[in-house]
């Protein structure tokens, strides 16, 4: 398995307040990625990182920001919460961007914005 | 543009076969399929490129048909572990384009 860490696994916070998830990860790969999955929506990019302080909109991306300081950790803030981004938020690192390379999911965190 | 998935969920006993198509309105270079048990994270399956090549893994193997831009999941003789939902990526054929999932395909396969 891909050595992939999400925290925090769970999280519920109110409306207004900020949040931000971390991903680490141990495989030294170059790519990584923020996905949200909603019922019906499937996985939607919101943000990716193809190196050390550079980062990339996906087709979600309004409401979030991301930090990449380090190659292994990749950190995705909400600035507000609101109810909206209530959701599931997938990490996923690649090692290249080639077409034949996958792309390797972390465990997940929940969050609830109440 | 998200890729097209059908059908939407399928209801299989052990052992029969299903097939889940993936279908995009752009010309695709790659098509990449993952399984997601409830509760877990997507688990990549395969990677299929564009020039009609087919791949397999154990009994599940797919295809990609360029001229139409459908790739195809074939799951044969299906088990028990083969439930959860199947998601089709695609990334597109002109310039930089990231991966683009489509909403899942819900299987379940029942004694």
């Known amino acids: 398995d891909a050595g992939i860490t999400q925290s925090p696994r769970h999280k519920v916070t109110e409306t207004g307040t900020p949040v931000t998830l971390r991903c680490h990860q141990t495989e030294n790969h170059r790519y990584m990625y923020w996905y949200r999955q909603d019922p019906g929506h499937g996985l939607r990019l919101i943000h990716y990182s193809y190196g050390v302080k550079d980062t990339d909109k996906g087709e979600v991306s309004d409401g979030y920001s991301v930090s990449r300081s380090k190659t292994e950790d990749f950190l995705l803030t909400l600035e507000s919460a609101t109810s909206s981004q209530t959701s599931v938020y997938f990490c996923?690192?690649?090692?290249?961007?080639?077409?034949?390379?996958?792309?390797?999911f972390g465990d997940g965190t929940r969050l609830s914005i109440l | 543009q998200q890729p097209v998935q059908s059908p939407q969920a399928v209801i299989l006993r052990e052992g029969e076969d299903a097939v889940i198509n993936c279908s995009s309105s752009?010309?695709?270079?790659?098509v990449h399929w993952y399984r997601q048990k409830h509760g877990e994270a997507p688990v990549f399956l395969m990677i299929?490129?564009?020039?009609?090549e087919q791949k397999g893994h154990e009994k599940i193997s797919a295809s990609f048909n360029e001229k139409k831009q459908q790739s195809s999941l074939y799951l044969t003789a299906s088990q028990l572990s083969y439930s959860g939902t199947y998601f089709c990526g695609t990334r597109a054929d002109t310039g930089f384009q990231k991966l683009v999932f489509g909403t899942g395909t819900r299987l379940l396969v029942s004694p």
């Open positions: 299929l490129l564009k020039g009609g």
């Open positions: 996923a690192i690649s090692e290249m961007l080639e077409p034949n390379q996958p792309q390797h």
């Open positions: 752009k010309a695709l270079y790659s």
